[in-house]
């Protein structure tokens, strides 16, 4: 590949990773940026679509994992992200097709219980019921039956 087109599939590269990290204008949008891109790309702090409360919880969760933002920073990002990014309905988890992360925001369990749940189903297949789901070592029970109501078994 020649130099002039190594630069331009580069540019193209940054231009389309820009466009990905692109969000909404609007109060908290800078704080958005600044904060959540500590840890992770922006795609993947907006794919989930949650009512305050849930904005709330993964904010929290996020600077307990050692995101660093002030108070008002905070305040400011889950204002912007309930804002933009909303609950349409109550979202559903299917539990044998869900990320880990969606376990993580989804019924607010830690990294590590979100991981066992996906290795429990990799070795053992699918769950059938919230019977199956409470079986897996370690996994905060009180969390899985506070969000037994989302969750899909197909």
Not at 87 to 103: M, S
Not at 117 to 137: M, Q, T
């Amino acid at each position: 590949m020649s130099l002039s087109r190594s630069i331009v599939a580069i540019a193209a590269l940054a231009c389309a990773s820009a466009w990905a990290q692109q969000l909404p204008d609007g109060p908290g949008k800078a704080e958005t940026q600044k904060v959540c891109t500590q840890c992770h790309e922006l795609a993947r702090s907006v794919s989930l679509r949650q009512d305050r409360a849930g904005w709330e919880a993964t904010v929290n969760k996020m600077v307990t994992l050692g995101a660093k933002a002030s108070n008002t920073e905070i305040e400011s990002i889950v204002s912007y992200l309930t804002a933009h990014y909303p609950a349409e309905d109550i979202p559903k988890l299917h539990v044998n097709t869900a990320r880990q992360i969606e376990f993580e925001s989804m019924l607010n369990l830690r990294r590590s219980q979100a991981a066992a749940i996906i290795a429990y189903r990799e070795k053992n297949g699918p769950f059938h019921s919230l019977d199956d789901l409470l079986k897996v070592p370690g996994v905060d029970a009180a969390k899985i039956e506070s969000g037994k109501d989302r969750l899909i078994f197909q």
